[in-house]
């Protein structure tokens, strides 16, 4: 089934602690993406690959980093989460910019 | 930087009507695409029209883009109870690689 995974579903954590959010997707996507969804801002990219090695910025990068060493795999990667990083996070991938998302699930990511 | 807005925040309608929500977007766009969610679940694409279509249709779904008021339209037909979800506007922006989304329109159908 083409999907994309996300582990974990859930996540506690305490401040400080680093963290990694893995997306797996099995489809040959180029461009994947991961969002956080917040009440009333609705969802904000994190950060974008447009294909293996090549990683941007969104618009709400400060305090995380990505990876993208194989065109299936885009963790996402807290180094010192902090509380306002509590959020509904998601993963999505598409075989271009001129294809719809195919989107992962989501983690809700607790930071205490 | 909010790309799309969609408007209303909030809509309720009857089992049966239709249902309009729209979308503003900012500066130009390669394409602009429509996603439902259904109460915190991932997104699921509904629809995407290019910069040069005006118009297109999937089932009950009718989606309208007018580049020149940098705008876009989501018609639902005959709606039903399971329609009931938020709906979202990306916007696929000319000037650079992000895809932005707009905050959505929170639809209810009443039985």
């Known amino acids: 089934e083409a999907q994309v995974t996300q582990n974990p579903r859930y996540l506690i954590t305490v401040t400080g602690k680093k963290l990694t959010v893995t997306c797996s997707q099995n489809?040959?996507?180029?461009?994947m993406s991961w969002y956080r969804q917040d009440p009333g801002l609705g969802l904000r990219q994190i950060y974008y690959?447009?294909?293996?090695?090549?990683?941007d910025k969104g618009d709400v990068p400060e305090g995380y980093k990505v990876s993208r060493k194989e065109k299936r795999n885009f963790p996402l990667i807290l180094e010192s989460p902090s509380p306002n990083q509590t959020s509904l996070y998601f993963c999505?991938?598409?075989?271009?910019?001129?294809?719809?998302?195919?989107f992962g699930s989501g983690t809700r990511l607790t930071v205490v | 930087s909010q790309q799309g807005e969609e408007d209303p925040q909030a809509l309720s309608i009857q089992e049966g009507e239709n249902a309009t929500m729209n979308c503003s977007y900012k500066?130009?766009?390669?394409?602009l695409q429509w996603y439902r969610q259904n109460s915190g679940r991932g997104l699921v694409h509904l629809i995407l029209?290019?910069?040069?279509?005006r118009e297109k249709h999937s089932g009950r779904l009718r989606v309208t883009l007018d580049t020149s008021k940098k705008s876009s339209s989501l018609l639902i037909t005959a709606s039903r109870a399971a329609d009931t979800a938020s709906y979202f506007c990306?916007?696929?922006?000319?000037?650079?690689?992000?895809?932005?989304f707009g905050k959505g329109t929170r639809l209810h159908i009443l039985p």
């Open positions: 999505a991938s598409s075989l271009s910019r001129d294809h719809g998302y195919t």
């Open positions: 489809m040959n996507h180029e461009y």
């Open positions: 690959s447009m294909n293996v090695e090549v990683t």
């Open positions: 500066t130009s766009i390669n394409n």
């Open positions: 029209i290019r910069s040069n279509e």
């Open positions: 990306a916007t696929d922006a000319e000037r650079d690689d992000k895809i932005i």
